[in-house]
């Protein structure tokens, strides 16, 4: 079966996207970390991704975490084999599994 090719117009991808960018940028620890290394140097980086796990949206973090970001989520994905479902939140820093802090 071919999939269905779908419009969408420009105000809702607008808003769709201003919502994904918007999430992404809250997600940081900045507001609340008490180390100077997260809310001064701003040494974190953030993503949206699927379940599948395809990246949805990154923030301008730092550079290295972003390279990462990828790998490490599909790291993460094979590790829970399918059991990722919707509405699940997924914080991760394991460097055996990708991560790139100890």
């Given at each position: 079966?071919?999939?269905?090719?779908?419009?969408?117009?420009?105000i809702?991808l607008?808003?769709?996207?201003?919502?994904?960018k918007?999430?992404?940028?809250?997600?940081?620890?900045?507001?609340?970390?008490?180390?100077?290394?997260?809310?001064?140097?701003?040494?974190?980086?953030?993503?949206?991704?699927?379940?599948?796990?395809?990246?949805?949206l990154?923030?301008?973090?730092?550079?290295?975490h972003?390279?990462?970001?990828?790998?490490a989520?599909?790291?993460?994905?094979?590790?829970l084999?399918?059991?990722?479902?919707?509405?699940?939140?997924?914080?991760?820093?394991d460097?055996a599994?990708?991560?790139?802090?100890?």
């Amino acid at each position: 079966m071919l999939a269905m090719k779908r419009k969408v117009d420009p105000i809702t991808l607008s808003v769709v996207r201003g919502v994904l960018k918007t999430t992404q940028r809250e997600m940081t620890l900045e507001q609340t970390a008490r180390s100077s290394v997260f809310n001064l140097a701003h040494d974190y980086s953030t993503a949206l991704f699927n379940s599948t796990p395809e990246m949805i949206l990154q923030g301008q973090d730092i550079p290295f975490h972003l390279g990462s970001l990828i790998p490490a989520m599909k790291s993460v994905a094979k590790f829970l084999e399918g059991d990722i479902h919707e509405g699940d939140l997924i914080l991760h820093n394991d460097p055996a599994y990708g991560g790139s802090d100890l």
